[in-house]
């Protein structure tokens, strides 16, 4: 974490340091939330639509914390003692922190976006590059204009490798993320239809998830996957200095990987003779593995640091996890839900043997704009009746996804609910031994509740 002298963080913020007395009061680390505050903390108080950071600024400073931005116009009560910067803007100051301090370390930082993937990229990076060198990486899904910034000023002095989520709902958000981590290399994963409420089409996010670019350093590495449409589509008209390398599983990219065999518990894949095997589901996670061994080699790792590196990625949360029940299984994937990822997550469910029966439990796709009751409508034809016994649909949206169920599946194993304490009952009543249960929605829909409510169930 950022450890520094409140002279200096003035000096990085062009403020002023309220009492000169304090110049030298260390600053071990940053907080925006009063409820994570450690001792020695410099206090970040964020002004929201919703909430005002500032009205607990004395119960940060009773906790521990030696020091706070404030606002320029902004009367500080006189019960608070500790130190202060004045700022224009505390959000801008913490995103001006963050680029100073990136500046000042010594670092090779790698940046990654995408619209599915990127965080399990990240994480197989990150497990890769740790067994050669100190790395960190972004922590759950701070990802965005607050989260990057807390990203970096949570890097130590002595961390040679950061690898940074960018996230996006809208131009304009990862060229200001780029611009304050200035990354050695930036990445893009694939390009699908997540956040096309404000993007408009899939050329409009590969635009924006492209504005990466704008921060690369010269010197740098921009990597992409060479086997998506939209990009092999969009790059062309992009005149990239920067040296490029693809990735994939077509003829034509830099990097070719080839699939071999996959499992309940493993995707192996080989590049050039070598096999790596990842310990995650899904023939997608090819991809993800083949960017890690790329970043890998890049970063001239061995071939049996980078297999050991791919060995020890655990999955996250609600990200394409087998989880073993009282006589069934949950594919949990209830995190978030795309067309892309959502078809994966189904051509998965397929795959996995050993079942007897097996049920898809499918909840709303939000933020896919105006096209969205279309894109519900093919996802459930995607579904196959030769593979899956029932489906489940839970939400306005997937109503789409359950009327074209029916063009596939009898009524009497196609079931639509408004309410999903009655999905959930159902459910119940569908489960029997040897059944798999695939659960996936956006976050929105809560669906992990539907998980939580079959977790103790005994077949």
Same mark, same amino acid.
């Given at each position: 974490?950022?450890?520094?002298?409140?002279?200096?963080?003035?000096?990085?913020?062009?403020?002023?340091?309220s009492?000169?007395?304090?110049?030298?009061?260390?600053?071990?680390?940053?907080?925006?939330?009063?409820?994570?505050?450690?001792?020695?903390?410099?206090?970040?108080?964020?002004?929201?639509?919703?909430?005002?950071?500032?009205?607990?600024i004395?119960?940060?400073?009773?906790?521990?914390?030696?020091?706070?931005?404030?606002?320029?116009?902004?009367k500080?009560?006189?019960?608070?003692?500790?130190?202060?910067?004045?700022?224009?803007?505390?959000?801008?100051?913490?995103?001006d922190?963050?680029?100073?301090?990136?500046?000042?370390?010594?670092?090779?930082?790698?940046?990654i976006?995408?619209?599915?993937?990127?965080?399990?990229?990240?994480n197989?990076?990150?497990?890769?590059?740790?067994?050669?060198y100190?790395?960190?990486?972004?922590?759950?899904?701070?990802?965005?204009?607050?989260?990057?910034?807390?990203?970096?000023?949570d890097?130590?002095?002595?961390?040679?490798?950061?690898?940074?989520?960018?996230?996006?709902?809208d131009?304009?958000?990862?060229?200001?993320?780029?611009?304050?981590?200035?990354p050695?290399?930036?990445?893009?994963?694939?390009?699908? =239809?997540?956040?096309?409420?404000?993007? @408009? %089409?899939?050329?409009g996010?590969? +635009?924006?998830? *492209? &504005?990466?670019?704008?921060? !690369?350093?010269?010197?740098?590495?921009?990597?992409?996957?060479g086997?998506?449409?939209?990009?092999?589509?969009?790059l062309?008209?992009y005149?990239?200095?920067?040296?490029?390398?693809?990735?994939?599983?077509?003829?034509g990219v830099?990097?070719?990987?080839?699939?071999?065999e996959?499992?309940?518990?493993?995707?192996?894949?080989?590049?050039?003779?070598?096999?790596?095997?990842?310990?995650l589901?899904?023939t997608?996670?090819?991809?993800?593995?083949?960017?890690?061994?790329?970043?890998?080699?890049?970063?001239?790792?061995?071939?049996?640091?980078?297999?050991?590196?791919?060995?020890?990625?655990?999955?996250?949360?609600?990200r394409?996890?087998?989880?073993?029940?009282n006589?069934? =299984?949950?594919?949990?994937?209830?995190? @978030? %839900?795309?067309?892309?990822?959502? +078809?994966?997550? *189904? &051509?998965?469910?397929?795959? !996995?043997?050993?079942?007897?029966?097996?049920?898809?439990?499918?909840?709303?796709?939000?933020?896919?704009?105006?096209?969205?009751?279309?894109?519900?409508?093919?996802?459930?034809?995607?579904?196959?009746?030769?593979?899956?016994?029932?489906?489940?649909?839970?939400?306005?949206?997937?109503?789409?996804m359950?009327?074209?169920?029916?063009?596939?599946?009898?009524?009497?194993?196609?079931?639509?609910?408004?309410?999903?304490?009655?999905?959930?009952?159902?459910?119940?009543?569908?489960?029997?031994?040897?059944t798999?249960?695939?659960?996936?929605?956006?976050?929105?829909?809560?669906?992990?509740?539907?998980?939580?409510?079959?977790?103790?169930?005994?077949?």
């Amino acid at each position: 974490m950022i450890e520094r002298n409140l002279e200096e963080i003035a000096k990085m913020l062009g403020g002023e340091i309220s009492n000169p007395k304090y110049s030298k009061t260390k600053i071990k680390g940053i907080s925006i939330d009063s409820r994570t505050i450690k001792k020695d903390n410099l206090y970040i108080p964020i002004v929201g639509e919703k909430f005002d950071g500032r009205i607990f600024i004395e119960e940060c400073e009773n906790s521990g914390a030696v020091a706070f931005l404030i606002d320029e116009n902004y009367k500080i009560p006189k019960s608070i003692s500790i130190p202060f910067v004045k700022v224009s803007d505390t959000k801008k100051a913490l995103q001006d922190l963050a680029r100073a301090y990136r500046d000042e370390l010594d670092i090779k930082i790698i940046a990654i976006t995408g619209s599915n993937g990127k965080t399990t990229s990240k994480n197989l990076i990150h497990s890769v590059l740790s067994e050669k060198y100190k790395v960190e990486k972004t922590q759950g899904n701070l990802n965005n204009e607050i989260g990057v910034p807390l990203t970096l000023l949570d890097f130590s002095d002595k961390t040679q490798i950061g690898v940074v989520e960018m996230g996006t709902e809208d131009f304009g958000e990862i060229s200001l993320l780029t611009n304050i981590a200035k990354p050695d290399m930036a990445m893009i994963t694939n390009i699908g =239809d997540a956040h096309l409420l404000k993007l @408009k %089409s899939r050329e409009g996010i590969a +635009k924006a998830k *492209l &504005e990466i670019l704008e921060g !690369l350093k010269a010197d740098g590495t921009f990597i992409y996957n060479g086997d998506d449409e939209i990009l092999k589509k969009v790059l062309p008209s992009y005149t990239i200095k920067q040296k490029t390398i693809s990735y994939g599983k077509e003829d034509g990219v830099n990097f070719k990987v080839y699939p071999k065999e996959f499992s309940s518990t493993y995707t192996k894949f080989s590049y050039e003779n070598e096999d790596y095997k990842v310990p995650l589901l899904g023939t997608h996670q090819v991809y993800n593995g083949a960017l890690a061994v790329l970043i890998g080699k890049l970063f001239n790792l061995s071939y049996e640091e980078i297999d050991n590196g791919l060995a020890k990625v655990s999955n996250n949360a609600n990200r394409n996890e087998l989880i073993e029940r009282n006589g069934f =299984d949950i594919l949990d994937d209830a995190y @978030k %839900s795309n067309p892309q990822s959502l +078809k994966q997550g *189904l &051509e998965l469910a397929g795959f !996995l043997d050993g079942y007897l029966n097996k049920i898809v439990v499918l909840g709303d796709m939000l933020e896919l704009g105006d096209g969205e009751k279309n894109l519900h409508y093919k996802s459930g034809l995607d579904i196959k009746p030769k593979k899956i016994n029932y489906c489940l649909f839970y939400g306005p949206l997937c109503k789409e996804m359950y009327k074209a169920s029916l063009e596939n599946f009898p009524e009497n194993r196609s079931f639509y609910f408004e309410n999903k304490n009655d999905l959930i009952d159902k459910l119940k009543f569908l489960i029997t031994k040897s059944t798999l249960v695939f659960v996936k929605g956006s976050r929105g829909l809560h669906m992990e509740e539907v998980i939580e409510a079959i977790y103790d169930l005994r077949v």
